[in-house]
Every structure is written in C-alpha cells, then in structure tokens.
C-alpha cells in the first residue's frame, strides 16, 4: 500500500497491521517525518515500511522503478491546496498503481473533486464533518 502526503502514517501503519503486505510512505514535511519513524518504531514495522522524503506536488517519480506496483492508495493532502488532481495525475505518470487500484482521499467538503479524471473512476463518496472521504478505481 501507498500512503501518499502520509503525515504520522496512521493510515498506512493501521493497514500492515490489518494484513497489507507493506506500505510505502511519501511526504515531505520534516516534522511529519519524523513522527513517521517515531511511530513506526513503536509500532515494530521496520521491516513492512518505507519512508520516501519527496515533494509529491512536483511529481512523483521517486515510484517510477517502484515493483510490485500499488493496490491500495491512501492520499491524505494539504486541504483547501487544490492538490489531488495534480496528485493523481503525477500517480498516473509513475506507473505505480496496478490496474483496478483502490485510492481513498481525504479531503476537505469545500474542494471539489476534478471532473477530467480519465484514469480514475470514483465509486463513493462519504462525509464527516468538514472532511469528506472519496473513493476511486484506477482504470487503467
């Protein structure tokens, strides 16, 4: 799994812990990165987990070479930043998703999600609070 703007890593350190094989972790804040390896010291997940110190918002190449490639996608960026659609686009240009990828996006109620996702499907949708939480196929 990919846990993309990954922040502590709740998320993606609550997915090895519920059987996915590992997680990669891509963000670029100091601060959050070092609470990442905070936590996944604590947590004993070492071995699962890699943390990539890369700005998403550029691209992601860092992925490109990335095998196997990612079933399940958890994207958690900046909110009110316009940055998903930039992000699942740069996702699309690394090759790092397999066909029929899971992608969760949390995001805030105010952004709208893009119309022109032609690699991506959205499936559903769900609200909580200000936070909204949409969920996507890639259709590659």
Sequence with gaps: MLDLYAGTGALGLEAVSRGAQSAVFIDNARHSLSLLKKNINTCGMLKETRIIKWDIVRNLNCLKKTRP???LIFMDPPYG???V???LMHLHDSAAARPAARIVIEHGIDETMPKDLRFFRMIDHR???KTLVSFFDYML
Excluded: A, I
């Design 69 to 71: 490639r990612f079933d």
């Design 81 to 83: 930043m316009n940055m």
């Design 85 to 87: 659609y930039p992000t």
């Design 127 to 129: 609200k909580y609070g």
